[in-house]
């Protein structure tokens, strides 16, 4: 118990002070200072996960999986950290459709990732939804597994209807995948409960399970987006379409690095993918989805949201 206080007051006190420094001088490469129409965000994806697949998908080359540096180890430090004030104005051209909760929390509630964790000297620039050309979060209004987070067609649905009707300026698509729990092949089987290293990996790892299976539900979770991915691609004409992550994931780097932690610079998390392809419409998907404008429990259902996603204090 005491040992756990002090390693969680050691923590918060590093977040703090590395979120006062990246609040202002952000590291890395800020998305919107790169040329692209649609930016695909698979959560958690790493550059090797992602090219270790790539020959599976015509729309990716193994040769041409390159990668840049986040601005975040972490979904809300991305978020705070790539929607800054600098870029307002590439930001109101900007559609947004997010799985991920922390959109909720950063851009619509003002959370900052600093917040609630001990002494700060943070300025974040970062602005807020009414920014954004629209923001679309599928995870609110659509049916979800109780233990599980939102799939990856409700995204691809909304992103391919906001392009054909609302046709913003840009395109960002966050999936929740390949984020755990690892439930891909539990859809995939019908299983209605996943296996422990499925739900919980990164306590399985640290407890001594082998990580192939693990590493194998994660590239499966990955592989899952990407089917989707694919969907996406026939379905809207863009001549730059951009696939890469908010951040990476840590599987035991140094024996002690797991997830992925806020300030971690760690290559295994702020490293991340970019790969360029582009989309072309043939009309053979037509979604069906509508979003609703109900917000009465977002918060709520954001809170929900991430601690399915494993978001707790270490």
Same mark, same amino acid.
């Given at each position: 118990?005491?040992?756990?206080?002090?390693?969680?007051?050691?923590?918060?006190?590093?977040?703090?002070?590395?979120?006062?420094? *990246?609040?202002?001088?952000?590291?890395?490469?800020?998305? *919107?200072?790169?040329?692209?129409?649609?930016?695909?965000?698979?959560?958690?994806?790493?550059? /090797?996960?992602?090219?270790?697949?790539?020959?599976?998908?015509? @729309?990716?080359?193994?040769?041409?999986?390159?990668?840049?540096?986040?601005?975040?180890?972490?979904?809300?430090?991305?978020?705070?950290?790539? *929607?800054? $004030?600098?870029?307002?104005?590439?930001?109101? /051209?900007?559609?947004?459709?997010?799985?991920?909760?922390?959109?909720?929390?950063?851009?619509?509630?003002?959370?900052?990732?600093?917040?609630?964790?001990?002494?700060?000297?943070?300025?974040?620039?970062?602005?807020?939804?009414?920014?954004?050309?629209?923001?679309?979060?599928?995870?609110?209004?659509? %049916?979800?597994?109780?233990?599980?987070?939102?799939?990856?067609?409700?995204?691809?649905?909304?992103?391919?209807?906001?392009?054909?009707?609302?046709?913003?300026?840009?395109?960002?698509?966050?999936?929740?995948?390949?984020?755990?729990?690892?439930?891909?092949?539990?859809?995939?089987?019908?299983? !209605?409960?996943?296996?422990?290293?499925?739900?919980?990996? @990164?306590?399985?790892?640290?407890?001594?399970?082998?990580?192939? %299976?693990?590493?194998?539900?994660?590239?499966?979770?990955?592989?899952?987006?990407?089917?989707?991915?694919?969907?996406?691609?026939?379905?809207?004409?863009? $001549?730059?379409?951009?696939?890469?992550?908010?951040?990476?994931?840590? *599987?035991?780097?140094?024996?002690?690095?797991?997830?992925?932690?806020?300030?971690?610079?760690?290559?295994?998390?702020?490293?991340?993918?970019?790969?360029?392809?582009?989309?072309?419409?043939?009309?053979?998907?037509?979604?069906?989805?509508?979003?609703?404008?109900?917000? !009465?429990?977002?918060?709520?259902?954001?809170?929900?949201?991430?601690?399915?996603?494993?978001?707790?204090?270490?």
């Amino acid at each position: 118990m005491v040992y756990g206080k002090l390693v969680r007051t050691a923590y918060y006190a590093y977040v703090g002070a590395a979120m006062s420094v *990246f609040s202002r001088r952000p590291f890395g490469t800020n998305v *919107f200072d790169r040329e692209w129409d649609v930016l695909v965000i698979l959560d958690t994806c790493r550059v /090797d996960a992602l090219a270790s697949v790539a020959s599976e998908y015509p @729309f990716l080359d193994e040769s041409a999986v390159d990668s840049i540096w986040s601005v975040g180890s972490g979904s809300s430090e991305w978020i705070a950290s790539t *929607f800054r $004030e600098e870029y307002r104005e590439t930001i109101r /051209d900007t559609a947004y459709i997010s799985a991920n909760g922390f959109a909720q929390r950063v851009l619509v509630d003002g959370e900052r990732p600093d917040d609630g964790r001990g002494w700060s000297w943070s300025n974040w620039q970062t602005v807020d939804a009414n920014t954004l050309h629209s923001l679309d979060q599928p995870w609110l209004y659509t %049916p979800d597994h109780p233990e599980w987070h939102t799939e990856p067609r409700p995204v691809t649905e909304r992103a391919i209807d906001t392009w054909r009707t609302d046709t913003p300026d840009r395109m960002i698509l966050h999936y929740s995948q390949p984020h755990h729990p690892y439930a891909a092949n539990a859809r995939a089987e019908g299983r !209605d409960e996943l296996y422990r290293f499925e739900a919980e990996p @990164f306590r399985a790892l640290r407890e001594g399970h082998d990580r192939e %299976p693990i590493w194998t539900a994660y590239l499966d979770q990955l592989r899952e987006v990407l089917d989707d991915v694919a969907l996406l691609l026939e379905n809207l004409d863009a $001549e730059t379409v951009v696939i890469s992550a908010d951040h990476g994931e840590a *599987f035991g780097e140094w024996g002690v690095l797991y997830k992925h932690p806020l300030g971690v610079l760690h290559p295994s998390i702020r490293r991340v993918p970019w790969v360029e392809t582009a989309g072309t419409d043939t009309g053979t998907y037509e979604p069906t989805l509508e979003p609703t404008t109900d917000r !009465d429990e977002a918060e709520e259902k954001a809170i929900a949201q991430l601690e399915k996603l494993g978001y707790v204090d270490p």
